[in-house]
């Protein structure tokens, strides 16, 4: 079993993106940028740079390539 993350944040899976931007766009928070490295298929990839995410999940709905975001939400604190 995964251990719960410890902040909200997302992971790409290179091989998987086609650089098309669409959740970079739909981020209200700046977390992702188009790279310089290019994977397998010729594509400048997304990446996760900035460190802000609230694990929305708008750029997973947004992807239209399937499994290519993965979105981590921090559990809530009890209070
Ligand atoms: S989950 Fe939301 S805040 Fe986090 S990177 Fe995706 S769109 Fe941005
Ligand atoms: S929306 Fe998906 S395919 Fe497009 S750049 Fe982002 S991760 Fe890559």
Redesign the pocket.
Same mark, same amino acid.
């Given at each position: 079993m995964k251990e719960p993350a410890a902040k909200?944040?997302?992971e790409i899976n290179p091989q998987r993106c086609k650089g098309c931007a669409a959740?970079i766009v @739909? %981020?209200?928070?700046?977390?992702?940028e188009i790279g310089s490295e290019i994977n397998t298929m010729g594509y400048q990839f997304a990446r +996760?740079a $900035?460190q802000? %995410?609230? @694990?929305?999940?708008? %750029? +997973?709905y947004?992807c239209p390539e399937f499994g290519a975001?993965t $979105?981590y939400?921090k559990p809530r604190q009890k209070s």
């Open positions: 909200n944040y997302i959740c @739909a %981020c209200p928070h700046d977390c992702l +996760f $900035v802000k %995410c609230i @694990a929305c999940g708008l %750029c +997973f947004t975001i $979105v939400r």
